[in-house]
């Protein structure tokens, strides 16, 4: 990728924050630049082995993709962009077909992700090529088997075609994403030796546990690229307790927002290569691209405070090990997949997606979720989530 085309002047800058009403964010910007002639650049990170650079914030692609947004965040070079065969039934990927069709000189720039739920060698070949005509690319760099739960689901006839993909040159690099049983599924992936890259929910609220650190080394150590997502860990920083007034007081003294504080405190780690997140407007673009140019470090007390508030809030926020929780119930519920959609619709209010996501889920699994009895997965819950109450709510509202 050309890091060249990732640099803006700072008047530029200035002038689309301008516009986007973002004063506030761009104390830190200020302080980067010594001269009005000053060019800043989007930090980039090594993905692993595979020899290419990616940069740190990375364009998410599950909502609506608007064709000025991917031209601003090609702009400022966050020119990871991730989408998925499934995204807006095949509209994510159409977007960004409809973007190349008119700047096919940015092809070689986007480091394009996307992604097949297909669990059958023919159903992946049969995305892949789709996703490539919607794209009208005729490669991806990085293609992922989507949501697994279990290393288990990637066999040897997955390997092999992966192989063989990559040696057909429709896609560069392999690997998959998680958002359950992430960290058992990272540690098998590096005994595996033919994973490419890793896409995970990682966050301040997961990045201390010891199983998750594990995880991330063992990635590291094997050569493997990660991507870190769902970086918020839910919603923003409420103002209701001790800790949380606090917080908030030291980010706005530094010019940050919470969320800008959250992307930094994963950045921090250095094996992580990208953080992957949707932007659905141009000032949470701005604000993003701000904190990743942005070369104000946390400092420890920040970060023992967003520790302190992650363990305060821990029963908001479902750390996806599915494997301690569903084995409890004796039923196919899905607690870790309802938990996310309950995320988007209590954290990120869009209920509409949280709602779509649900009503996938059999009619006949949702009828019984409401009346089961989650007493031992409660027990079990590490995170102390009020499993049963929640479900209900799911049940009742999506
Ligand atoms: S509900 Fe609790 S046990 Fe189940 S996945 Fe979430 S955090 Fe883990």
């Given at each position: 990728m050309d890091s060249k085309n990732h640099n803006w002047s700072r008047r530029d800058f200035l002038r689309a924050a301008g516009a986007a009403g973002l004063g506030s964010i761009i104390a830190p910007i200020d302080l980067l630049a010594e001269s009005s002639n000053e060019l800043v650049a989007m930090p980039t990170r090594p993905f692993g082995r595979t020899g290419v650079r990616v940069p740190i914030l990375g364009f998410g692609g599950s909502l609506d993709l608007d064709q000025l947004m991917l031209r601003q965040a090609a702009k400022w070079g966050a020119t990871y962009w991730d989408t998925a065969s499934s995204y807006m039934g095949g509209n994510s990927e159409k977007r960004i077909g409809k973007y190349l069709g008119k700047y096919p000189e940015d092809r070689n720039n986007i480091f394009i992700v996307t992604k097949s739920h297909a669990w059958t060698v023919n159903g992946l070949t049969r995305d892949l090529n789709k996703s490539l005509e919607r794209m009208k690319t005729d490669y991806v760099d990085l293609f992922f088997v989507h949501s697994v739960r279990s290393i288990n689901e990637l066999d040897g006839d997955i390997k092999a075609w992966s192989e063989k993909t990559k040696a057909g040159g429709k896609i560069k690099f392999f690997g998959f994403s998680t958002h359950s049983n992430m960290e058992e599924c990272m540690l098998g992936a590096a005994k595996l030796?033919?994973?490419?890259g890793i896409m995970m929910s990682y966050n301040f609220r997961l990045m201390h546990s010891d199983r998750m650190k594990r995880a991330v080394d063992a990635c590291a150590r094997a050569g493997i690229g990660l991507t870190a997502m769902k970086t918020q860990g839910g919603g923003s920083v409420k103002t209701s307790s001790e800790t949380e007034l606090e917080l908030a007081g030291r980010f706005l003294q530094k010019g940050f927002t919470d969320g800008q504080a959250k992307l930094k405190a994963v950045w921090e780690n250095p094996h992580i290569a990208c953080i992957c997140t949707e932007m659905p407007n141009t000032t949470i673009l701005m604000s993003n691209v701000a904190a990743a140019i942005n070369r104000t470090k946390l400092s420890s007390h920040d970060k023992k405070l967003l520790h302190k508030y992650a363990q305060e809030t821990r029963s908001d926020y479902c750390a996806g090990c599915t494997d301690l929780c569903e084995s409890a119930t004796n039923s196919i519920a899905p607690i870790g997949d309802v938990m996310r959609y309950l995320m988007y619709s209590r954290s990120y209010g869009d209920r509409d997606r949280a709602a779509e996501f649900f009503k996938r889920i059999p009619q006949r699994v949702r009828a019984e979720m409401a009346n089961l009895d989650y007493t031992i997965a409660e027990q079990k819950c590490p995170q102390k989530m009020a499993i049963g109450k929640l479900m209900r709510e799911a049940v009742g509202t999506l």
């Amino acid at each position: 990728m050309d890091s060249k085309n990732h640099n803006w002047s700072r008047r530029d800058f200035l002038r689309a924050a301008g516009a986007a009403g973002l004063g506030s964010i761009i104390a830190p910007i200020d302080l980067l630049a010594e001269s009005s002639n000053e060019l800043v650049a989007m930090p980039t990170r090594p993905f692993g082995r595979t020899g290419v650079r990616v940069p740190i914030l990375g364009f998410g692609g599950s909502l609506d993709l608007d064709q000025l947004m991917l031209r601003q965040a090609a702009k400022w070079g966050a020119t990871y962009w991730d989408t998925a065969s499934s995204y807006m039934g095949g509209n994510s990927e159409k977007r960004i077909g409809k973007y190349l069709g008119k700047y096919p000189e940015d092809r070689n720039n986007i480091f394009i992700v996307t992604k097949s739920h297909a669990w059958t060698v023919n159903g992946l070949t049969r995305d892949l090529n789709k996703s490539l005509e919607r794209m009208k690319t005729d490669y991806v760099d990085l293609f992922f088997v989507h949501s697994v739960r279990s290393i288990n689901e990637l066999d040897g006839d997955i390997k092999a075609w992966s192989e063989k993909t990559k040696a057909g040159g429709k896609i560069k690099f392999f690997g998959f994403s998680t958002h359950s049983n992430m960290e058992e599924c990272m540690l098998g992936a590096a005994k595996l030796g033919w994973i490419d890259g890793i896409m995970m929910s990682y966050n301040f609220r997961l990045m201390h546990s010891d199983r998750m650190k594990r995880a991330v080394d063992a990635c590291a150590r094997a050569g493997i690229g990660l991507t870190a997502m769902k970086t918020q860990g839910g919603g923003s920083v409420k103002t209701s307790s001790e800790t949380e007034l606090e917080l908030a007081g030291r980010f706005l003294q530094k010019g940050f927002t919470d969320g800008q504080a959250k992307l930094k405190a994963v950045w921090e780690n250095p094996h992580i290569a990208c953080i992957c997140t949707e932007m659905p407007n141009t000032t949470i673009l701005m604000s993003n691209v701000a904190a990743a140019i942005n070369r104000t470090k946390l400092s420890s007390h920040d970060k023992k405070l967003l520790h302190k508030y992650a363990q305060e809030t821990r029963s908001d926020y479902c750390a996806g090990c599915t494997d301690l929780c569903e084995s409890a119930t004796n039923s196919i519920a899905p607690i870790g997949d309802v938990m996310r959609y309950l995320m988007y619709s209590r954290s990120y209010g869009d209920r509409d997606r949280a709602a779509e996501f649900f009503k996938r889920i059999p009619q006949r699994v949702r009828a019984e979720m409401a009346n089961l009895d989650y007493t031992i997965a409660e027990q079990k819950c590490p995170q102390k989530m009020a499993i049963g109450k929640l479900m209900r709510e799911a049940v009742g509202t999506l």
